[in-house]
């Protein structure tokens, strides 16, 4: 009995995404690549991996048994060349340019994972994408010609909750408690938990939290033609995975902030003020204390969902 190298070659890469998706797991990496919402999504997908394996470990011998009667049988009724030229390719033919080029689409994603270090998102991408400064402005675009940063938010008021995201959400009651909270609270903490929606908030109504104290944590990221005390404290929005990320941020003033990397952590306080910026009024941060940090276990934050029932 003759093993198909292609059969078992198929089953040699569901296995390996099944590996892989497990590592990711068991490593907690896996955070680093989609929201923590869809972790049980991304375990369902290895177990469906590897029940393909083992039916994929069948169709190894399956096939030549198949391929050896037919042609016997074909053989039998002196319809041998007839057989040869109506045959169907059951995946143990020969390699073709088709073939190869499906191997390689689904080995890409295996190979950058397998193969290139884990980076995460940085400010040469929120150069590319653009950053959101306010829920109506997204800011300049990279280059003259970024893309827009994808993932903006609309009001969570109008947000039908996703029935694939069954963590990190709060009632309509609690959410509405949080933000009566926030607009009566004199000093805001930029929580990772609660970083979406308060900063929509304070982008929807600036002047209920001008002269606020607010503390946060951020990368550095500036624009072109930012003077030398400006900068944005920045973080990745993440809805779905790292392919929608949008970047949010505070434009913010600080003396000596020419002196300060791009990329580096800082977690600041300071005084919520409003700035005119591209022709619009935006909330941004005159800080008044800072220090350098390391960049946090986990740099993304994520939107709340709102539950309705």
Not at 97 to 104: D, E, N, P, V
Not at 163 to 178: A, F, H, K, Q, R
Not at 278 to 290: A, N
Request: proline content about 4%; hydrophobic content about 40%.
């Amino acid at each position: 009995m003759r093993i198909q190298l292609q059969q078992a070659f198929r089953a040699v890469i569901l296995m390996t995404f099944v590996v892989f998706l497990v590592q990711l797991h068991q490593t907690g990496d896996i955070i680093h690549y989609i929201n923590p919402k869809y972790e049980y999504l991304s375990m369902i997908g290895a177990w469906l991996f590897l029940i393909l394996f083992f039916t994929q470990i069948f169709r190894i011998w399956a096939i030549t048994k198949e391929s050896v009667h037919k042609q016997a049988h074909a053989c039998q009724n002196n319809h041998c060349h007839d057989h040869d030229h109506h045959h169907h390719d059951h995946g143990d033919g020969s390699l073709t340019l088709r073939k190869i080029f499906s191997y390689g689409v689904i080995i890409l994603p295996l190979a950058t994972g397998l193969l290139f270090p884990e980076t995460t998102l940085d400010a040469s991408i929120a150069e590319k994408k653009g950053i959101m400064l306010s829920l109506g402005n997204n800011g300049q675009e990279g280059n003259g010609g970024g893309a827009k940063p994808e993932g903006e938010q609309i009001p969570l008021e109008h947000t039908e909750p996703d029935p694939n995201l069954l963590t990190n959400t709060m009632t309509m009651e609690e959410y509405e408690s949080s933000m009566e909270a926030l607009r009566k609270t004199k000093d805001i903490t930029m929580s990772e938990e609660l970083y979406s929606v308060y900063y929509q908030q304070i982008n929807q109504e600036p002047e209920v939290f001008v002269g606020k104290k607010i503390t946060l944590q951020g990368f550095v990221y500036k624009e072109e033609g930012f003077s030398d005390n400006e900068m944005v404290l920045s973080r990745f929005l993440i809805t779905h995975c790292i392919a929608d990320a949008g970047v949010v941020g505070f434009l913010s003033q600080l003396d000596g902030a020419n002196e300060l990397a791009e990329d580096t952590w800082v977690e600041a306080t300071g005084e919520l003020r409003l700035q005119e910026y591209e022709g619009k009024e935006i909330p941004t941060i005159h800080i008044t204390d800072w220090k350098i940090i390391e960049q946090p276990s986990q740099p993304y934050v994520y939107p709340i969902q709102i539950q309705y029932l």
